[in-house]
């Protein structure tokens, strides 16, 4: 047990819900908290040391309560500074109430989150309890690590597109008389393919956007996954592919599920791509009912596949199966679509040795058109 308990001055009453007593008022037990919570008395002293708390710190409870709290946890500002030292909690500022969320670093330089609140007797009296808050920064590390690298890559991805916008537009404005049309034509095309380039990087920001924050809009309707397909397929034979690389299998009776069909159009064309780009030999296309009700397609090739330690990053952000362009945004933006549509989608070994994506989507029809 990591609470000191008793109706003495270590102890907690029930009134005091900043305390681990006040916590079973609610039924919740300090080792519940998912974040670190050290309570110290009067005297500043150690009364309540949660799991937590040990995870993060690596101080054992034991050895915890009843000691100082300053050398329970001898915190130091980025600077080096004692923080009890500066913030004095309980010979400060008697209007004072706590310190707010702060980054300070617990011996041997690891970097916790830290916010103190100051329990008073009155709003101007001695401190009577030093509730402190502990949170592990690495989760919060891995998401500005998560941000640096996204702008890093927008940055690179729209220096190349725009450096050839700019440098073919400011070269035909400059010589515009000197170029034959086949010369302007190739120019012009090659800005319009950049141009093209940049608003798909855009799009899908605006996507992972979207997706982050729980805002993706669907527009449901009936969509015929096979036809979709087709289409798909047929593009690509327009953009130059045999058409005998495809292969499309499709087993009847088929449901259409309720879906946007443009964003079910991303997940066949990004899909189609990577088995066109990365892949090789025949990519087939199974569409099938699955049980109880629910739609599948699954896209498989017969190339070097995805190697089986790298299963498992496949829809993360900037994850790219070879080094052939690409953002490494498409398949995060994949699973995405898919799991907002309450489907889902998995990566695994194709029989010819490649790779295999399936998802699935599920047919029901949205409540309001049932009522």
Aim: proline share 6%; with cysteine; net charge neutral.
């Amino acid at each position: 047990m990591s609470v000191v308990n008793g109706s003495g001055p270590r102890g907690l009453t029930g009134s005091d819900a900043s305390g681990p007593d006040g916590l079973a008022a609610l039924d919740v037990h300090p080792d519940d908290l998912p974040d670190g919570l050290v309570v110290a008395d009067e005297r500043g002293r150690v009364i309540c040391f949660n799991a937590a708390a040990q995870r993060i710190t690596a101080v054992r409870a034991d050895t915890a309560l009843d000691a100082p709290l300053e050398r329970v946890l001898p915190l130091e500002d980025l600077e080096g500074r004692r923080w009890w030292q500066l913030t004095d909690p309980y010979g400060g500022l008697a209007t004072r109430v706590g310190q707010p969320e702060r980054n300070l670093l617990l011996p041997g330089g690891r970097e916790v989150l830290v916010t103190a609140r100051y329990v008073r007797i009155r709003p101007t009296g001695p401190v009577r309890r030093v509730v402190v808050s502990l949170r592990d920064t690495e989760a919060r590390r891995r998401t500005e690590r998560s941000h640096a690298e996204l702008i890093a890559t927008v940055a690179h991805e729209l220096r190349s597109p725009l450096t050839s916008v700019k440098g073919f537009t400011a070269t035909l404005l400059a010589k515009w008389e000197r170029f034959t049309d086949e010369q302007k034509r190739l120019m012009l095309e090659t800005v319009d393919a950049d141009a093209n380039r940049v608003t798909r990087l855009i799009a899908e920001l605006l996507d992972i956007s979207r997706i982050d924050s729980g805002r993706l809009e669907l527009r449901r309707q009936p969509v015929d996954i096979a036809a979709a397909v087709s289409r798909h397929i047929q593009a690509h034979v327009a953009a130059g592919q045999s058409a005998e690389r495809f292969l499309l299998r499709v087993k009847h009776p088929l449901p259409d599920p309720w879906a946007d069909p443009d964003k079910v159009d991303q997940v066949l064309s990004n899909l189609l791509e990577n088995a066109v780009r990365h892949g090789e030999g025949t990519v087939t296309i199974d569409v099938e009912p699955t049980r109880p009700t629910g739609t599948s397609v699954t896209v498989s090739d017969e190339g070097p596949g995805i190697p089986e330690e790298s299963m498992n990053r496949v829809f993360t952000r900037f994850w790219r199966g070879s080094k052939r362009g690409g953002t490494g945004l498409g398949l995060y933006i994949v699973k995405g679509i898919v799991e907002a549509h309450g489907g889902t989608i998995t990566v695994g070994r194709a029989p010819g040795g490649g790779a295999e994506f399936r998802f699935t989507l599920p047919v029901a029809t949205p409540a309001y058109l049932t009522s």
